[in-house]
């Protein structure tokens, strides 16, 4: 698995953490100021890349999370199978297949020939937007 550490007080809005074994897109981070015992307090809250479900993480700001590491590629569209989309990788050229994106806009460009993103994060794929 590709993850990196790093301190739950270093992560900003934009960034990526796994939260429960699910990769997570940080949306928002407050800081409560610390008390007379102990640490300040980080309150973060995510949604998942692959789910969409908003998660949070409540803890000390020295907290070591995980990060996980996004391997960004590009890809061409071979077919499309239902709630499937075959792809293949213009650089290794395997074919596999990915889920059909949730997002309206990204699956109404979507055709045989068209160009795509694909990300793969914790050993799944995903299709992330149309070149």
């Not at 409560?32 to 307090?41: E, L």
């Not at 998942?48 to 569209?77: C, M």
């Not at 989309?85 to 949730?102: C, G, K, L, N, S």
Request: charge should be negative.
């Amino acid at each position: 698995m590709a993850i990196e550490y790093a301190e739950l007080g270093d992560l900003r809005e934009g960034s990526y953490v796994v939260i429960d074994g699910e990769p997570c897109r940080v949306v928002e981070v407050s800081k409560a100021k610390t008390g007379k015992h102990g640490s300040a307090k980080v309150h973060v809250v995510a949604v998942g890349i692959f789910t969409g479900a908003r998660k949070t993480l409540v803890g000390p700001s020295d907290q070591r999370v995980e990060i996980p590491i996004i391997n960004k590629r590009y890809a061409q569209v071979v077919a499309i199978l239902g709630d499937k989309v075959q792809i293949m990788d213009t650089e290794t050229f395997e074919t596999f297949e990915v889920d059909m994106p949730a997002d309206e806009v990204i699956r109404s460009k979507l055709a045989p020939g068209v160009e795509i993103e694909y990300w793969e994060v914790l050993g799944r794929r995903l299709i992330y937007r149309v070149r």
